[in-house]
């Protein structure tokens, strides 16, 4: 049986949460997005126009709406969360775990990455998606057991990860190449655990996969659909 906290989706971490982009913004998100442009013209993204010309926006926005348009086009910096339209500042969890036994869970869109997770998986599979994941510290380590199962980690560029600490035992391990010199890290992903007749694999989101024609669009000799989302 699932642990009760495996069972929830990736909405189960998060703060209260209402749609729509008009949301007031606080002082703290007003700050925040302040902190990243400064960082950002620090390094070189932002030119002094550029950084003076934002920061007055940043603290005149009375909206997520207002200050989301100002991060845009920057990556975040480590430690700093993006604001998202129609969302509430995020704090991570030092621990979250995630244990499943002939089940599946999964953590995808918005959910706040935690400090730290553990994950046991036994004949089910566990999926991290990070591709719109809420970053807000550098560094994620995971413990993870993984028995005649699958742990999955979707990735999104900015992000490595390291598995050199797992045990393997008749399991498989699959991770994407590091990046090169000079591309900024998001967040870095050490693992540490066990593989024994299950695996581990990381890398980014499936290619889009073809339509199959029916029938009668074959007949007719019809252009193949549009692809769709793996």
């Known amino acids: 049986m699932a642990d009760p906290e495996s069972s929830r989706g990736g909405q189960g971490d998060l703060p209260a949460v209402v749609a729509g982009q008009e949301l007031r913004a606080s002082h703290a998100d007003r700050d925040q997005v302040v902190e990243l442009l400064r960082v950002a013209a620090g390094d070189g993204r932002l030119s002094a126009e550029e950084l003076d010309d934002r920061l007055e926006r940043a603290l005149?926005?009375?909206?997520?709406?207002?200050?989301?348009?100002?991060?845009?086009?920057?990556?975040?910096?480590?430690?700093?969360?993006?604001?998202?339209?129609?969302a509430v500042s995020a704090t991570p969890k030092d621990l979250v775990r995630i244990h499943v036994r002939g089940s599946s869970a999964s953590r995808d869109g918005g959910w706040v990455v935690p400090k730290a997770l553990d994950i046991k998986v036994k004949g089910g599979g566990v999926t991290l998606d990070f591709t719109e994941a809420v970053i807000t510290q550098p560094l994620l380590r995971i413990t993870a057991e993984v028995t005649g199962g699958g742990l999955r980690l979707i990735t999104r560029p900015g992000i490595v990860v390291d598995a050199d600490d797992i045990s393997l035992n008749g399991g498989g391990l699959e991770l994407p190449e590091p990046p090169g010199p000079g591309v900024p890290v998001l967040l870095r992903v050490e693992i540490a655990g066990s593989v024994r007749g299950g695996g581990i694999s990381a890398g980014p989101p499936a290619p889009p996969r073809p339509r199959r024609r029916t029938f009668w669009q074959w007949l007719r000799r019809a252009p193949r659909p549009p692809a769709i989302a793996a």
């Open 60 to 86: 005149t926005a009375r909206t997520y709406a207002e200050l989301a348009t100002l991060t845009a086009d920057l990556p975040a910096a480590p430690g700093t969360a993006v604001v998202a339209p129609g």
